[in-house]
Antibody, heavy 126, light 108 residues
């Protein structure tokens, strides 16, 4: 079964740090770009960061650039998000999501987030 | 930066009715990179539609997507009880992802 399981969330004070993990199973982890997406309480979805299959390219939303670091471990089949200098506005459920490219022969190719974890909750509060 | 604006914010309908959700982009975008997701309370989002109009694996045919340029639509032909949820459009571009703010489809 294709599965993503996040962990590492919790309560942290403003300015503190937290490291989220996402364990992947049921697919070839090293073949996929992976993403972090967050959702503040009662709000919509916000893309946070992505890392390509070989870790060659890494991207961040402007809201977290310079504070968050995405990484992956190919032995443990895990994705990570190191979050430093946390702010109240970082409070959210954090999802990891697999990025896939659907290729239709003779047509086009399409980017999707096709597998999601159940999320881990981060609360930044004093 | 392209912004996706969804309307309405909330849609109140009865089971069996037709739902029409809109996603408008601030600039023209390729339909190849427009997707729709469904999210139920306490659950992760689920991919419904990719490439603006193609249903993902296992998605019932009462869900359909259409549109091009700046205007995209998700239609649920006949609402089933399990369809009451929040729906997000999403765009991929320049190695980044953008979501609309969501449309909640609630039971009238």
């Amino acid at each position: 079964e294709v599965q993503l399981v996040e962990s590492g969330g919790g309560l942290v004070k403003p300015g503190g740090s937290l490291r989220l993990s996402c364990a992947a199973s049921g697919f070839t982890f090293s073949s996929y770009t992976m993403n972090w997406v967050r959702q503040a309480p009662g709000k919509g979805l916000e893309w946070v960061s992505s890392i390509t299959s070989t870790s060659s390219y890494i991207y961040y939303a402007d809201s977290v650039k310079g504070r968050f670091t995405i990484s992956r471990d190919y032995v443990k089949n895990s994705l990570y998000l190191q979050m430093n200098n946390l702010r109240a506005e970082d409070t959210a459920v954090y999802y990891c999501a697999r990025e896939d490219i659907i290729i239709i022969p003779g047509a086009d190719f399409y980017y999707v987030m096709d597998v999601w974890g159940q999320g881990t909750t981060v609360t930044v509060s004093s | 930066e392209i912004v996706l604006t969804q309307s309405p914010g909330t849609l109140s309908l009865s089971p069996g009715e037709r739902a029409t959700l809109s996603c408008r982009a601030s600039q023209s975008l390729s339909s190849s990179y427009l997707a729709w997701y469904q999210q139920k309370p306490g659950q992760a989002p689920r991919l419904l539609i990719y490439g603006a109009s193609s249903r993902a694996t296992g998605i019932p045919d009462r869900f359909s997507g259409s549109g091009s340029g700046t205007d995209f639509t998700l239609t649920i032909s006949r609402l089933e009880p399990e369809d009451f949820a929040v729906y997000y459009c999403q765009r991929y571009g320049s190695s980044r992802w953008t979501f609309g703010q969501g449309t909640k489809v609630e039971i009238k």
